[in-house]
């Protein structure tokens, strides 16, 4: 293991953010593999390096961002607390938090373990998600999570040990939106959102935090609280509730006519009629229409492979347009090699 160590602060002239990175890009391709930073509050430090080795990183007085797009192989660990978003967009990457960490830890995370040794902010495992390629991610909490905690959560697991608090180890406001995912909570929980449901623990749950907690305290060195949080009849077990559970779902234009504003939002000022129009328009209703020119065209058909909506037909070598499906994106223009085909206003006068 080849070891650098960087200090940021020299004669009190602070290293930017950017020149650190590029510092330590530069350490990896030399060979280094072990670092020690002692920073102040460079953001984004373990972002995505971009390598085939284990990269090891211990950080103290980090900024925001730590870990970003963390990939396989790189282990961080920060020696203290952290402000927002560590572990933000997580591919891979373990990262170990000695002490808070702030608003938003594993946001977006899709890969990799994150261990916090104290308490996490608001919207914390918000938008966590799993591939099924990979291992699903984790997200391990010692004490309690801010509000908004695992909303529009989507895959994963979250395991929150409520250790030392008395109050709602969730806050308020946990799981709206939640669709995938697991949350293993020991405690008092409150002011949960109506989608999701809590169970008790079966055995392979049981199994799952037995070997977990093994590994997340002997990261955050508290051994000594294991039999504290192994008894199982405190934990909670919180997923998204069963689909079929689910009230009948309506049409968004049934929405509009039986619970929107009576009349429509703006019927002070015009007649809502009630229609639902798609995101992308197609026919008049599009900005651009797409023109193809025989003379240009080299037949590498392209433009019809690579056309999203399946617009574009090819009949007797020649290639036309539907316009009804048609949306008038310019992806059959961006596509084309010869620029066969040129995208035209559609708007009138």
Request: aromatic residues 8%; hydrophobic residues 35%.
């Amino acid at each position: 293991m080849k070891t650098c160590t960087i200090e940021t602060l020299n004669n009190n002239e602070r290293m930017s953010t950017q020149e650190l990175l590029q510092l330590i890009n530069e350490k990896v391709s030399k060979g280094y593999d072990n670092f020690i930073i002692n920073a102040c509050g460079q953001h984004d430090i373990g972002c995505a390096l971009f390598n085939n080795k284990k990269i090891n990183l211990k950080i103290k007085n980090p900024g925001q961002r730590v870990g970003a797009m963390g990939l396989e192989g790189t282990t961080i660990t920060v020696l203290g607390s952290t402000p927002a978003d560590v572990g933000w967009l997580n591919s891979g990457a373990v990262i170990t938090v000695l002490g808070d960490a702030g608003d938003t830890a594993a946001h977006c995370a899709a890969g990799g373990k994150i261990f916090v040794a104290g308490r996490v902010g608001a919207r914390s495992g918000a938008l966590m998600k799993h591939d099924p390629k990979y291992e699903e991610p984790q997200l391990w909490v010692l004490k309690n999570t801010g509000s908004f905690s695992f909303e529009f959560m989507g895959g994963g697991v979250a395991v929150v040990c409520g250790y030392d608090c008395s109050q709602s180890v969730l806050s308020n406001h946990a799981c709206e939106g939640m669709v995938g995912g697991v949350i293993y909570a020991r405690g008092k929980i409150e002011g949960l959102s109506s989608c999701v449901e809590i169970k008790k623990l079966d055995k392979n749950d049981e199994e799952f935090l037995i070997k977990g907690l093994e590994v997340f305290l002997d990261k955050i060195d508290k051994k000594e609280i294991k039999g504290e949080l192994s008894k199982f009849s405190q934990w909670k077990k919180i997923v998204p509730k069963n689909k079929a559970n689910e009230k009948e779902k309506i049409t968004l234009s049934e929405f509009k006519k039986k619970h929107w504003f009576n009349n429509g939002l703006f019927s002070d000022l015009i007649e809502d009629d009630f229609c639902v129009y798609s995101l992308c328009e197609g026919g008049s209703a599009k900005l651009r229409k797409p023109l193809w020119d025989k003379k240009l065209c080299v037949k590498c058909d392209l433009c019809l492979n690579n056309c999203p909506y399946r617009a574009i037909n090819k009949e007797n070598n020649n290639y036309l347009s539907d316009d009804k499906k048609c949306i008038g994106c310019g992806i059959c223009a961006a596509v084309c090699p010869k620029k066969a085909w040129n995208m035209e206003d559609n708007r009138k006068g």
